[in-house]
């Protein structure tokens, strides 16, 4: 069973950056059609931030993070980075990792079958 284990949360300031890391346990890129970042803010419903369909190296954003976050893969390591720049207190969650074995054009709408755990990120001054 596949194991995903994020790092690289903290609290940043209003406009400061932060890269997420997502370490998997299995080659996903060759095992999973879609990975992904979902985040969580307080009190509201789970969200996906940002998709990748491994194939292609095609990448989606959500419109509210487009132009400051950036998906990408460390194939040798099998992990996924979220680098995240310009960042305000909207972008407050927890954040989540996820691989899929389906496939659609947009891939912030597939389900996702493993997750990890969860790093948190708190935008504040």
């Known amino acids: 069973q596949l194991q995903l284990v994020e790092s690289g949360g903290g609290l940043v300031q209003p406009g400061g950056s932060l890269t997420l890391s997502c370490a998997a346990s299995?080659?996903?890129?060759?095992?999973?059609?879609?990975i992904a970042w979902f985040r969580q803010a307080p009190g509201k419903e789970r969200e996906g931030a940002s998709c990748?369909?491994?194939?292609?190296?095609?990448?989606l954003y959500k419109d509210s993070v487009q132009g400051r976050f950036t998906i990408s893969v460390d194939s040798n390591k099998n992990t996924l980075i979220l680098q995240m720049n310009n960042l305000n207190p909207e972008d407050t969650g927890v954040y989540y990792c996820a691989t899929s074995k389906y496939y659609a054009d947009n891939c912030l709408l597939l389900p996702y079958d493993y997750w990890g755990q969860g790093t948190q990120v708190t935008v504040s001054s």
């Open positions: 990748m369909l491994t194939t292609q190296r095609r990448s």
């Open positions: 299995d080659d996903f890129i060759l095992n999973y059609r879609a």
